[in-house]
């Protein structure tokens, strides 16, 4: 059963950056088609960035040049790595497959921005 652990969160003033960690465990081929999440509170669930089947990326409007997916195939790991970082990005982030059937979901890890 594929495992997702999500860390590097924490608490950063705006404009600083963060770069969080997604470790896939269960299956080798696990890691295709992965992408990360946030979810704000008494907001629904967002994709922000992901790799397609074929491995190219994408990435949220709100997101864009500024968010960086990225992977690491031997560790089995996602990285986000997140640049100026702004309050309404504020949010649980979570790692899972760019489309359902999801993997059971992770704890998560909170990204808070101040202003």
């Given at each position: ?17 963060l ?92 990204v808070?921005?101040?202003?």
């Open positions: 059963q594929v495992q997702l652990v999500e860390s590097g969160g924490g608490l950063v003033q705006a404009g600083g950056s770069r969080l960690s997604c470790a896939v465990s269960g299956s080798i081929f696990a890691i295709n088609g992965m992408g990360w999440y946030r979810q704000a509170p008494g907001k629904q669930r967002e994709l922000v960035a992901s790799f397609t089947r074929g491995g190219s990326t994408t990435y949220a409007e709100s997101v864009k040049g500024r968010f960086t997916i990225s992977r690491d195939n031997p560790k089995n790991t996602v990285y986000l790595q997140m640049k100026s970082l702004k309050p309404k990005d504020t949010a649980v982030y979570y790692c899972n497959l760019r489309v359902p059937p999801f993997y059971d979901w992770g704890q998560g890890t909170q808070t921005v101040s202003s």
